[in-house]
């Protein structure tokens, strides 16, 4: 062995018992310490144990007297890179291992779109077989102690998948190339397009194509909204106006966020225009029920909704014109790296065909269909909204922008006219006022870490009148049975800050703390007496913590747990929350998840004992309006190979807390009633994508109970069907892409809602099922500079008379007879469009 590589490893082992408590002196001037502490063998007998080559390397002053040798060569060791320890009564000096940091490999960066440098927020990126979401900014990041090569895998809906392989490499700027279905100018060799939708990757979270929702049937101006009610799980039947029903929820209990404020929802009288403006749309992402910790104030769903940001490259616009409205955006660079957009709708004054205004009236004493009376009515309505963003990218890498949004709308009707020996006079009017705004910062830190900051403000104001007179010509008086103003106003005020952290390759850390601001004002007067005004306010702080853990490449387990404390109530909320995926093999998955949920708003209904309903915004006090909580459950798989989806979901949700403004003059009862709701149900959803054409088949099965203090008024002490249950509801669709010829049909099924009092003892026609068969036709006409569209649409096609979910009312006529007015839906109807885009 040569003698550089020699190590000398002296052991002197003494059997001589040694005093390890003698004094021991040490007197050495810069010597090599192997030296002395041979030195101290031999002076003291003292076994050592150590490597003599690597001691000798160090040279050591000491002069003093010690304890014992332990303290002694302790001293001598100070500042060395050794250890001592004593085994079996000898002194074992070794050297300190080093520990050799981790290295750890990063790629992060921002998925954008191509053209526009556009963020596209909570795209899909797989790396190295592991999957995870970027954030609202794009952003993602992935570290790893293995790989130093990674494969990565990216889509975004409506646009080119991109595989590609990078090596470790911070602020990535991956660019998808969008593909607007029939635009042939856009072809890219060797790559799938991601379109329609994303169900089954997470319990109770589906993604939507928004690209794809102007394709469908229908006005244009409500695109999203038609999109959203032909999936499974979100009521179509009834074409509610201005509410999402999810998983059997509620109204006001689920929530649709537009760039980061909520919106409360104008109303309308049909489903044609829908509340925020579709040409904003770039990102619809649909949480059910079951979702994680980042989301909360609410106990039913969320829809989040993205705006686009603009095109920071080249000025742009769009313009639609159809029969209801007039619609426009305009989009162009300002100031560096920035980009401004604005779109504004307007309805033409004349909106309402008198034919497609038809009530149904009828006497509530008699079931025969010819006492129902048919009355056209011609209401004003109007409504207009603008939205105006300002975004900028700074420094390559965050992203800041600024959202305003104001939209308004104004309905009423009047009806006189002799129904069987009376004369019905009626004057209704609704206004509602929605605004919002948002300021964003997100911010990337080194290692594509984020944060993301958002100021917002949303308020909805509503106003409603009502007046009701029976006028009875022999012998001739009136009846004032109603004479109602109110005014409803709810304002938010939220600040949120969130952060994600990679960790490594199999955890990345989520977490946040935000601080929400309520006031609601209502006010109502019934024959100008001061009936309720009350003026209340609420505050609360959240906090939100969880980890996403990939368990090797099949399992991914997220756990979270949410905290809000509620200063008016002075309590605090704990929301745990828990999820699983698991991958059975390349095509199936399984997904399970679990939380709780409580929702410090409600919105209440108001009911009489005709079961008439109303519904106003209050804040919990947990004395007569308790808050509300719910507790999810959700369990599914889902199947996707050769662009074929199939997607099984099964949830159980229970929900405490809600309540009802009762007002029963028979019974002299005017109270607020508490109950609670079971909703349980079954949902399926059979996709094929083949060549450019989609189709897909959606199937609900589902049952909502509920349970209120107030029905022991009528004997009753059980759980009947919520107003919303609907058992069973089936959805089909077809998209066929014959460039530049597109068709596009869709249908739904609903079996029917149950009648709006406690223990009926007739059918009522709000049990009719509902059938609507739509069709449409476009045709896209290109240049190299200009793009345009025209499309036709045939809304029930069949002209099936349907019932709407909301607009049905009883009124009492006689002693003991009341009248059913019930608003129909959609009838035969024709729609035109043209869009012209630069």
């Known amino acids: 062995m040569k003698t550089d590589k020699f190590v000398f490893l002296l052991t002197i082992l003494l059997t ?41 390397r160090y040279k050591v002053t000491l002069q003093s007297d010690f304890q014992s040798p332990a303290v002694a060569i302790g001293k001598l060791l100070e500042g060395l890179p050794f250890s001592l320890e004593i085994q079996d009564d000898v002194f074992v000096i070794y050297p ?56 990565l895998r990216v889509s975004h809906l409506g646009y080119y998948i991109l595989d590609t392989v990078f090596l470790p490499k911070q602020s990535l700027q991956i660019m998808l190339s969008p593909s607007s279905i029939g635009l042939s100018e856009i072809v890219i060799k060797d790559q799938r397009i991601e379109t329609g939708t994303q169900i089954g990757i997470q319990a109770g979270v589906e993604k939507l194509n928004h690209k794809i929702a102007n394709f469908l049937p229908g006005y244009g101006d409500n695109s999203i909204f038609n999109l959203l009610r032909l999936q499974p799980g979100i009521l179509a039947s009834g074409e509610q106006t201005n509410e999402l029903i999810i998983w059997g929820s509620y109204e006001g209990h689920s929530k649709v966020t537009f760039d980061g404020f909520t919106v409360y929802g104008l109303r309308n009288f049909n489903d044609n225009i829908s509340t925020f403006n ?120 965050d992203l800041f922008y600024i959202s305003l949004y104001g939209g308004s709308d104004k309905f009423s009707y009047s009806i006189d006219e002799p129904i069987q020996n009376v004369i019905l006079d009626k004057k209704t009017r609704e206004e509602n006022t929605q605004l919002g705004t948002s300021v964003f910062y997100g911010k990337t830190w080194n290692k ?14 509503s106003s409603f009148s009502d007046d009701l007179t029976v006028r009875f010509p022999n012998p001739k008086y009136n009846n004032n049975l109603k004479n109602l ?37 209502l006010k109502e007067d019934t024959f100008n007496i001061s009936q309720v005004d009350i003026r209340s306010r609420a505050q609360r702080i959240n906090l939100f913590l969880q980890d996403v853990m990939a368990i090797g490449k099949k399992l991914t387990l997220k756990a979270g747990f949410r905290y809000t404390y509620a200063f008016n109530l002075r309590k605090a909320y704990p929301e745990p929350r828990l999820s699983l995926s698991v991958k059975g093999g390349e ?26 309903y109303r519904y106003l915004w209050v804040i919990a006090n947990n004395e007569d309006i308790p808050v509300l909580q719910a507790s999810h459950f959700v369990i599914g798989t889902s199947f996707h190979r050769n662009r074929f989806t199939l997607s099984l979901e099964s949830y159980f949700k229970h929900t405490t807390g809600l309540t009802r403004f009762i007002n029963f003059p028979d019974k002299e009862v005017r109270e607020i009633s508490q109950g609670e709701g079971y909703s349980i149900g079954l949902d399926l959803l059979l996709k094929k994508d083949f060549k450019k054409h989609s189709a897909w088949i959606s199937y609900s099965l589902s049952k909502t109970i509920e349970r209120f203090d107030y029905f022991l008024y009528f004997d009753y002490d059980g759980y009947i069907r919520a107003p919303q249950d609907q058992v069973h ?31 009926p003892e007739t059918k009522s026609p709000a049990e009719l099922t509902y059938s609507r068969l739509d069709i449409s036709f476009i045709y896209k006409f290109l240049d190299r500079k200009w793009k345009g569209e025209a499309g ?22 006689y002693l003991t007879n009341t009248i059913n007015i019930y608003a129909e839906a959609i009838p035969f109807t024709p729609t035109l469009y043209v869009k012209i885009a630069l």
């Open 448 to 461: 594509g870490n984020t944060s993301n900051l958002n100021v917002s403000y949303s308020g909805l104001g």
């Open 278 to 397: 579709p040409l904003m749309a770039k990102n619809i992402e649909v949480m059910k029920g079951g979702y994680d910790a980042r989301w909360g104030e609410r106990v039913g769903g969320v829809v989040n909704i993205s705006g686009k940001n603009g095109n920071m490259e080249k000025p742009s616009f769009t313009l639609v014109a159809n029969n209801m409205t007039l619609n426009g955006l305009v989009e162009f660079p300002l100031f560096k790296n920035g980009a401004l957009v604005i779109a504004f709708r307007h309805t033409y004054y004349n909106l309402y065909n008198p034919e497609d205004m038809n009530f149904w009236i009828r006497e509530n004493d008699d079931t025969d269909s010819a006492t129902r009376v048919d009355y056209t009515l011609v209401p004003d309505y109007r409504f207009r909204d603008f939205n105006v963003k300002y975004s900028a990218k700074i420094k390559d890498s």
């Open 485 to 521: 103003e109110s005014n409803n106003l709810i304002r938010e005020y939220t600040v949120e800050l969130d952060n994600r952290l990679s960790l490594n390759q199999t955890h990345t850390l989520e977490g946040g703390i935000g601080f929400k601001f309520n006031e609601v004002i």
């Open 16 to 56: 001589a018992t040694v005093s390890f408590a003698q004094k021991v002196t040490v007197d050495a001037v810069n010597m090599p310490a192997n030296e002395i502490l041979t030195k101290l063998h031999n002076t003291y007998h003292i076994p050592l144990s150590f490597d003599d080559r690597k001691l000798s």
């Open 729 to 759: 509801e089936l959805k089909l669709a077809l998209l066929l892409n014959f460039d530049p010829f597109f068709l596009s049909t869709n249908y739904v099924y609903g079996s029917g809602f149950p009648p709006g009092y406690v223990t």
């Open 792 to 813: 036709l649409s045939i809304l029930n096609l069949l002209n099936t008379q349907n019932i709407k979910y909301s607009n049905f009312e009883r009124i009492p006529a």
């Open 587 to 612: 095509y199936w998955k399984f997904n399970l998840a679990w939380g709780l949920y409580n929702q410090f708003i409600a919105k209440s209904a108001i009911t009489d004992n005709l079961g008439n």
């Open 96 to 151: 300190i291992r080093k520990t050799k940091k981790t290295k750890l490999f990063t790629l992060s960066g921002k998925v954008l779109e191509k053209g526009s440098g556009e963020p596209l927020p909570y795209s899909h990126v797989i790396i190295n077989g592991k999957g995870m979401v970027s954030d609202r900014n794009g952003s993602f990041a992935f570290s790893s102690s293995v790989d130093s090569i990674f494969k």
